[in-house]
């Protein structure tokens, strides 16, 4: 995938411990410092979005549809 070049403004202490992880080859440069820890936070984003939306769903609600939907299927099905 491509790449393109961004303008970040960081603190200075921040920038240190950036710097101090390249220093000891944890990894190759501050960009790819960066990039991995944008990646990481937005993966662990998406976990908590998804999360969130399953903790908004009713319990009771859900199995009447998964219910509904087996009964469905039960008259659908042939009696032997």
């Known amino acids: 995938m491509p790449k393109?070049?961004?303008a970040v403004t960081l603190e200075s202490s921040l920038l240190q411990k950036v710097d101090r992880l390249v220093?000891?080859?944890v990894f190759p440069s501050r960009s790819q410092a960066?990039?991995?820890a944008l990646i990481e936070k937005l993966?662990?984003?998406e976990k908590t979005r998804?999360?969130?939306e399953c903790a908004?769903?009713?319990p009771r609600e859900e199995v009447a549809l998964?219910?509904?939907g087996l009964e469905l299927d039960l008259q659908s099905w042939p009696e032997y």
Do not use: N
């Open 66 to 68: 998964a219910e509904e």
């Open 23 to 25: 220093s000891v080859q």
């Open 50 to 52: 998804l999360a969130t």
């Open 56 to 58: 908004r769903l009713d």
């Open 4 to 6: 393109a070049k961004v």
């Open 34 to 36: 960066i990039e991995t």
């Open 43 to 45: 993966e662990r984003l």
